[in-house]
């Protein structure tokens, strides 16, 4: 019911920004988030914002550095990384959901609706 097409990933340097953006197709959404998974990792959450307050949540490893926003009117969801380090390297997710009974923001079971990912590679 709702299709989530992810933009933006590649090659950075160390200290360097890339922004990612995904676009929601579909039914409407309450919650948009990010996540990550790096080889040999559990996936592990970056950020959520909600659609129509826009209250966001971060992870501790990306406060002060990553910053999650959201396009109302064209479904649109980024996530504008600065400072990249070389442990932020992975696969980046987005994920969306629909429901109003909300536990935990930054569970990624608490969502169902996700994107391929796309690949974020910082180098040294």
């Known amino acids: 019911q709702v299709e989530l097409v992810e933009s933006g990933g590649g090659l950075v340097q160390a200290g360097g920004s890339l922004r990612l953006s995904c676009k929601a197709n579909g039914r409407s959404v309450s919650v948009m988030g990010w996540f990550r998974q790096a080889p040999g990792k559990e996936r592990e959450p970056v950020a959520s914002?909600?659609?129509?307050?826009?209250?966001?949540y971060y992870a501790d490893s990306v406060k002060g550095r990553f910053t999650i926003s959201r396009a109302y009117l064209i479904n649109t969801a980024y996530l504008q990384m600065d400072s990249l380090r070389p442990e932020d390297a992975a696969v980046y997710y987005c994920a969306a959901d629909s429901k109003t009974d909300w536990a935990d923001f930054l569970d990624p079971k608490s969502y169902d609706y996700w994107g391929r990912g796309t690949q974020v590679t910082v180098s040294s």
């Open positions: 914002i909600t659609w129509s307050g826009a209250s966001s």
